[in-house]
């Protein structure tokens, strides 16, 4: 399959977007003991990179749905290897900076059963379990796709979207529970089907309205969460900012069928290549330093201000992770760690 460069500018670009995202998050939880403007820094600032896990999974569905040539061992080797074993190496880490510099220890048998139970310790390593679990309905989702309809993907689309998002956002409204059992249609194989049928599928007809669609959302976002916060005496409630909100499928979906119809060209090769290369291994690390950044070097969202404080943590973050992980790498059996 040759390279598609929207592709690899769309990955680097959520990746470096996680990063952003949790470096601002701290603000929207403050409404009430921090200045309005400095909330209003953190909830934009937030609110952009909303769309970077979405996309993680889409991109994953476009790249490997339909593409399955039917060798069940190789397949899962590859990607376990590749996802599994890094992630397993790094909880070991995780779990060593937990006890030795947070001063946190926990029993072997608490460990694994952390582990095993998806209590990962850092936040952002919940993405792993989900993406493997993708992997292994791709066999699945493979065959099915090859022989699907177009009708047929958008029907699963749609009762993805349901069963998802708009089920959920009825129940919250109204306290009615929908009892359609339409689970095996839900979470994040929206996503990952969409990744595949949006990736292959002729859409261009509205690719002039995809950037306004994605800006006008990210907006429309940060203003919602704003007011849900607001009329919840200042206290975070997080509808706005859910990966399978309304809002956020919207905005993700818009920034792929950005980047597919209109970024197609390369920035800064040299540089995107090697986040695009070291992606995965930057995502798993960057917590870490930006734990050690905030505990240690008080680096963060309320250093002096959070557009200086902001911008030193994430771009800190990035350098230093990308450095450690390219450093790993050269190690023997370095994608054992970096993936």
């Known amino acids: 399959m040759p390279k598609q460069i929207w592709v690899t500018n769309l990955r680097v670009l959520a990746t470096l977007s996680v990063?952003?995202?949790?470096?601002?998050?701290?603000?929207?939880?403050?409404?009430?003991?921090?200045?309005?403007?400095?909330?209003?820094?953190?909830?934009?600032?937030?609110?952009?990179?909303?769309?970077?896990?979405?996309?993680?999974?889409?991109?994953?569905?476009?790249?490997?749905?339909?593409r399955y040539d039917g060798n069940l061992g190789s397949f899962l080797q590859k990607r376990f290897t590749r996802v599994w074993l890094p992630f397993t190496i790094w909880i070991g880490i995780y779990l060593a900076y937990r006890i030795f510099y947070e001063h946190r220890a926990n029993s072997i048998s608490t460990c694994i059963q952390k582990y095993l139970g998806g209590d990962v310790l850092y936040g952002h390593l919940w993405f792993v379990y989900m993406i493997l679990g993708m992997y292994l309905l791709t066999p699945y989702l493979s065959r099915w796709l090859k022989t699907a309809t177009q009708q047929e993907i958008y029907f699963f689309l749609f009762l993805s979207f349901i069963s998802a998002s708009i089920f959920p956002l009825i129940t919250k409204i109204t306290g009615f529970p929908i009892k359609f059992d339409l689970q095996n249609f839900g979470g994040y194989i929206g996503y990952y089907v969409a990744g595949y049928a949006l990736g292959n599928a002729d859409t261009s007809a509205y690719k002039k309205f995809y950037p306004f669609v994605f800006i006008s959302v990210w907006l429309l976002s940060t203003l919602g969460n704003y007011y849900e916060t607001m009329t919840h005496a200042g206290k975070y409630q997080g509808n706005f900012?859910?990966?399978?909100?309304?809002?956020?499928?919207?905005?993700?979906?818009?920034?792929?069928?950005?980047?597919?119809?209109?970024?197609?060209?390369?920035?800064?090769p040299t540089v995107t290549n090697i986040f695009d290369k070291y992606s995965y291994g930057i995502y798993l690390i960057h917590e870490l330093v930006l734990r050690h950044l905030s505990r240690v070097y008080h680096i963060n969202w309320i250093y002096k201000h959070p557009i200086i404080g902001i911008s030193l943590q994430t771009s800190i973050t990035i350098v230093v992770s990308t450095l450690i992980i390219m450093l790993l790498s050269k190690l023997p059996k370095g994608y054992w760690i970096t993936g």
Do not use: Q, R
Not at 246 to 265: M, Q, R
């Open 241 to 268: 900012y859910n990966y399978l909100s309304p809002n956020i499928i919207i905005d993700s979906v818009a920034i792929f069928l950005t980047f597919k119809h209109w970024l197609n060209t390369e920035i800064l």
């Open 19 to 66: 990063i952003l995202l949790h470096a601002s998050g701290g603000g929207i939880f403050n409404y009430n003991t921090i200045p309005l403007s400095w909330y209003w820094i953190c909830n934009l600032t937030n609110s952009f990179g909303f769309f970077a896990v979405p996309c993680f999974v889409m991109l994953s569905g476009y790249l490997l749905l339909g």
